[in-house]
T-cell receptor, first 114, second 113 residues
Framework: AQSVTQPDIHITVSEGASLELRCNYS??????LFWYVQSPGQGLQLLLK??????LVQGIKGFEAEFKRSQSSFNLRKPSVHWSDAAEYFC????????????FGTGTSLTVIP | KAGVTQTPRYLIKTRGQQVTLSCSPI?????VSWYQQTPGQGLQFLFE???????NKGNFPGRFSGRQFSNSRSEMNVSTLELGDSALYLC????????????FGSGTRLTVV
């Protein structure tokens, strides 16, 4: 069965600093991988997704993520964090042949210090 | 283009009652999925509908049910509410039937007292 681990429950960074949020997945083949962001009281917004091809994917709001098969990882990065990036970030995995059922990680809460 | 619309936004119910939540997907989207989000369990998959057919169901008791109408709008129903059903219920729609990424609604916050 698929599973997702986000090892960091909470991360604090200074505005302008770089950011990396970790995500490890468990799946027997190449999964579909996603990063979502959730602001308080809101639904989830898709930041980026990986299906195949180039392992470095670009998303919205200046985010990127790199798929590393050897490490079963799909870490999210941003070179310079803005105060508005403070939110909860979720990594998700989907299996290509199981419809639209996703497995989400437990999330990483990001605090940005001015 | 309108996003995924969930109604109501907030709901307070008493234990033992039942509740129906509604989700209107993005126009043209035929896949609708439901998730339950709680602080303790995180985001858990409830079920997925595509073209009025339930294609996947998560590990929830039979008190949780859903359906999808011909216009792709979906409803989920929870009967005999328990305190533990208090959660944010998120609906998501997708254009295709296979894992191309959801668009989520803002959710319905259900509180069971």
């Amino acid at each position: 069965a698929q599973s997702v681990t986000q090892p960091d429950i909470h991360i604090t960074v200074s505005e302008g600093a770089s950011l990396e949020l970790r995500c490890n997945y468990s799946y027997g083949a190449t999964p579909y991988l996603f990063w979502y962001v959730q602001s308080p009281g809101q639904g989830l917004q898709l930041l980026l997704k990986y299906f195949s091809g180039d392992t470095l994917v670009q998303g919205i709001k200046g985010f990127e993520a790199e798929f590393k098969r050897s490490q079963s990882s799909f870490n999210l990065r941003k070179p310079s964090v803005h105060w508005s990036d403070a939110a909860e970030y979720f990594c998700a995995v989907g299996a290509p042949n199981t419809g639209n059922q996703f497995y989400f990680g437990t999330g990483t809460s990001l605090t940005v210090i001015p | 283009k309108a996003g995924v619309t969930q109604t109501p936004r907030y709901l307070i119910k008493t234990r033992g009652q039942q509740v129906t939540l509604s989700c209107s997907p993005i126009s043209g989207h035929r896949s609708v999925s439901w998730y339950q989000q709680t602080p303790g369990q995180g985001l858990q998959f409830l079920f997925e509908y595509f073209s009025e057919t339930q294609r996947n169901k998560g590990n929830f008791p039979g008190r949780f049910s859903g359906r999808q109408f011909s216009n792709s709008r979906s409803e989920m129903n929870v009967s005999t509410l328990e305190l533990g059903d208090s959660a944010l219920y998120l609906c998501a729609s997708s254009l295709q039937e296979r894992n191309y990424g959801y668009t989520f609604g803002s959710g319905t916050r259900l509180t069971v007292v």
